[in-house]
């Protein structure tokens, strides 16, 4: 899309906005270069990025379309941007049209030029730490609603203790031809380990299918891992995740201990996990949001001035947020694992290829392939149940429609299918299926827009995803005033958050066995700003 | 103490600012008089309060010495302002020593000059719907931390569904001699009724002995009422504020009810309940918060700056705050209460005095009484174990010195006892207790020093309470942009909302069948400023 043409759609002061942050390269890098300035741009472009909603608290949840004292408290219901609106819900088509615009045909298959398929990965195992539907009830959630890495160390205590090595700060763990891994679920004879009879492994019905197989007991030879959540093992891309997170954790264990001889198993466990969480959040910005903006500037973790902003608030992940993160189109119908091309549904909970393959040359391998192109018409089939279950639950929660969120985030309503889209294939469908570009729901506009150029993501989603991923990223205690330091992460936490700014960086640190150092880039290697 | 006294032990910027707020009596007069200068003015004073400490998230709670990703999010633990020093308890002198301090002597039974038996009562109410000690462990609290009236609605949805009578959004109730009460616990049998089995009453060993008695059975002819908290009935003051709240939610229902009457039972009890909610904080700031302060300009409910400032946090109810809060020195060895003097002690637990007399009249018997005045030497007997526990609390917290406070406070540290206070009787009782100053534990020293001129507390503890109490009182969501209006409490709501600023207000509209009109006041009628 051209810059005239997001002007004329997305409004004349966004469009200078975008503008200015997607040119003028040679004053972002001055600016980028001189540490306050750098401090002070960094703050304007995420204030601009959070301050596009109204800041938490909001006046509703999905438990009432009313305030209550439940419902301004009770977050296992989830928080609302925007009210219900019921009127808007009558004007909707049967769901399974709105279903069949997310379909991909073989033919259509339509490949992002800017990421590879590890953006994707590391998309999906980041956000099922915080984004947690109740299974039970689309309008609930099991979310801690906090950053906390409980991919990797539970929700709750007594998770994280079963996983807990309770010497020397580690995790429990395995080594298998010289690189460590999370410990097998399963003993030898097929039968779940007493230590882990308490950890939770679910097998919701549309993995059961996709996989064929009834129940957990089925999966006894596919080597599945003791894992902090239910679904820890769905793919390989989640594990080889979690064991590079889990290595980093033993590693950094390792150094504290070595530094404070004086300190127990708990101690050092929990100042490993402290680290830990920082270089998450680290990764989060500086690789993955860097990754998806299209910015000159080079966004960064600086903890000082979030705290003086009135979006720090209280964490309440939104049915809007956990709704617009099923980024099931950038998962291309084959994918190449461990040497193979293979149906990407065939890989879901089977770790074979994780332990089969050194665990640099499954980052690489991921690295150099591209992933596919978030939109409509580009969902692998194996994945059209969710989007169905989805559209569902944006209708349960009776969401707004998708032009009231823009107008929501500041951007002007859309006026024909035609703004919406500049692919003649999306505009048919819609217009198919919607009778005016007032009734898209908020669901298929996320995903009918074009990607912006240069990013990986549409406008509208970008904007969302900003205001939510920051407001609940940077409010992170751990970075606050007074705990963000040395003090709290000992000197080789310190350092490793100083040395860290991308997967790769953590990548290299854990793989030094491997015979050649391995390549971990969410950014296509070829790709060049247009 | 004079002003030049307090600019001494207090420093000459707290002194200039006391000396402003306690002066110039006509300016605040002018202020309090234009709706934007008092706006500004009420900003200055509440911020001036709370940045007195640092703003949380604080570093530690009381789980761990050092931030753990458990210490930094599990609330059940306690918020700490200032690390354990673990030292400082080797200088302490036995725990019975210090509780000695408090004692009261009948001889020496010291009175308020300005507040009635009326503050205390509300004081203890008010505060045990949020300073919940965990009874298993000092540490840790059963606290929801929101000031949500807990004490009327209960803490889980399961107990206030045993509360409501589920029709029109009214709570359960009785009418006895024309006066709306809570329904008893026990049946006439004193059996517990059925509908109250799950009801969570506990009688502490405290309560036990002080009471006489064995168990909760014990009580079954003392009118027990079925009240929100497990301690709700510990004595008549505590159920006559209920009972107040208690005909006030019921009214406000009904006016709800009629206004909308295609409301459900649902919608009009949380209705009700919101502006309840909100009704109990403006009390607290502006008739009770008030009362404490000494200042000319009267302190108000004003929403809108709140979420602006950086101490707009997650509440967590600090070790702190919980300990500061006990004051036992406040009540009178004997109270009139029912037109009869008793030992204080034999009101405990016994609803009789409130069922037999109109509430107003129990609220004007004490509005017309003195309290005693805070500090040491002047707690009763029968509080005294209360006061040892809490010793014993802070020196299981490993809380820093009284001095350490003080100067987090920004307060200088006092040099000698006679700093601390003007009495010599409190400081010879000081010296033959601790080796120095520097040796005086926070609880000891909150309460030795004066209370100040025209104020209901001393010194560290009036700052320590308006730190805690405005940054957790101003946050609640009720008050947040976009929930706080009309839309929210309905106009019946809303016009209580906007016609309450004292306990007399409520009183007010809930005593109209009584003869005269009642009395309702903390501030003795015939104080006036010194």
Redesign the interface.
Known sequence: MLQSDFMRTGGVTNGLQLWAVTHLGPLWRFLQARPGLRSAANRLIIDGMVYKM??R???LSTM?P????????NRTFSDRHLPPDPAFQLRLPPADRATALFERSDSQERWSHKSTLLFPLFAQWFTDGFLRTDATNPLKNTS?H?I?LSEL?GQT?DVTRVLRSMTGGRLKSQVIDGGEYPPYYFDDEGNVKPEFAKLPITLPAGDRKAVGVQEVGDLANRKLFALGIPRGNIHYGFTMMSTLFLREHNRLADAIAAEHSSWDD??IF??A??TM?VLLLKVVVEDYINHITPYYFKLFVDPGFA??E?W???NWMSIEFNMLYRWHSLVPSRVRVGGQDRDTGSVLWDNNVVVSHPLGALFEEASRQPSTEIGLLNTPTFLLDIERRTIDMGRDAALASYNDYRQACGYPRMQSFADVSSRAAVRAALASCYRSVNDIELYVGLFAEDVRPNAALPTLMGTMVGVDAFSQALTN??L????FGER?FSAAGWQAIGATARLQDILDRNTRNESRQPLATLTQLTWSRV
């Not at 009313?66 to 408290?73: A, E, I, V």
């Not at 606050?480 to 705990?483: L, N, P, V």
């Open positions: 109204k800041t608290p909001d006046r009432s009313y305030p209550s004292w439940p419902s301004l408290t801690t906090d906390d160390y205590e708990e101690r929990q100042t996990r402290d969480i705290g003086r009135r720090y608030r209280q205690p751990l606050a005033d007074g705990i709290t």
